[in-house]
T-cell receptor, first 109, second 115 residues
Framework: GAVVSQHPSWVICKSGTSVKIECRSL??????MFWYRQFPKQSLMLMAT?????????EQGVEKDKFLINHASLTLSTLTVTSAHPEDSSFYIC?????FGSGTRLTVV | QQQVKQSPQSLIVQKGGISIINCAYE??????FPWYQQFPGKGPALLIA?????SEKKEGRFTISFNKSAKQFSLHIMDSQPGDSATYFC??????????????FGTGTLLAVQP
């Protein structure tokens, strides 16, 4: 059945480095994917809408140069956190067609 | 106008009891209202969803009640079980739930079902 697969499930990186998170739609194609950020015990906050073949649409207050989104195919969107800092530590979740990935726990040390 | 308000923030229910979570919205353009269940460290999983042309939808132990005039909807979990202990989010969207339309999430309710 249709599944959204997200990888990695957790990652630890050093401050100043970049981290890439992948989101794949399995058994279906997704021209649109969404990226969310969730802090502990809080709701999901939409960061951006990823559009296949075009630029992502970022929500107000989200730095597009820091959170790079690439949607190069109908089944893959990637989120790259550039020059990560401890305040970027969070749970990142992608979504397609109302299905959610299992999330990526990012810890920046 | 884009907010979805959810209550209560947390809820403790005895096994076998009924869990009730409420949500309210302002934007009358919303026309798709899903509920998600999230376990710690996992992504949300779609439980059940409703559109405003019906007042109630039931799937197993989960029921959504929808009041269009009051702009409110609620999730009822019948015969609550310890395995239902999780965080529940309501959400709303425009565009009849189309895959390209973004979801606006409520603030979440942490449900604990005591054995």
């Amino acid at each position: 059945g249709a599944v959204v697969s997200q990888h990695p499930s957790w990652v630890i990186c050093k401050s100043g480095t970049s981290v890439k998170i992948e989101c794949r739609s399995l058994d279906f194609q997704a021209t649109t994917m969404f990226w969310y950020r969730q802090f502990p015990k809080q709701s999901l906050m939409l960061m951006a809408t990823s559009n296949e073949g075009s630029k992502a649409t970022y929500e107000q207050g989200v730095e597009k140069d820091k959170f790079l989104i690439n949607h190069a195919s109908l089944t893959l969107s990637t989120l790259t956190v550039t020059s990560a800092h401890p305040e970027d530590s969070s749970f990142y979740i992608c979504s397609a067609r109302r299905l959610f990935g299992s999330g990526t726990r990012l810890t920046v040390v | 106008q884009q907010q979805v308000k959810q209550s209560p923030q947390s809820l403790i229910v005895q096994k076998g009891g009924i869990s009730i979570i409420n949500c309210a919205y302002e934007n009358t353009a919303f026309d798709y209202f899903p509920w998600y269940q999230q376990f710690p460290g996992k992504g949300p999983a779609l439980l059940i969803a409703i559109r405003p042309d019906v007042s109630e939808k039931k799937e197993g132990r989960f029921t959504i009640s929808f009041n269009k005039s009051a702009k409110q909807f609620s999730l009822h979990i019948m015969d609550s079980q310890p395995g239902d202990s999780a965080t529940y989010f309501c959400a709303a969207s425009k565009g009849n739930g189309g895959a390209t339309n973004k979801l606006i999430f409520g603030t979440g309710t942490l449900l604990a079902v005591q054995p």
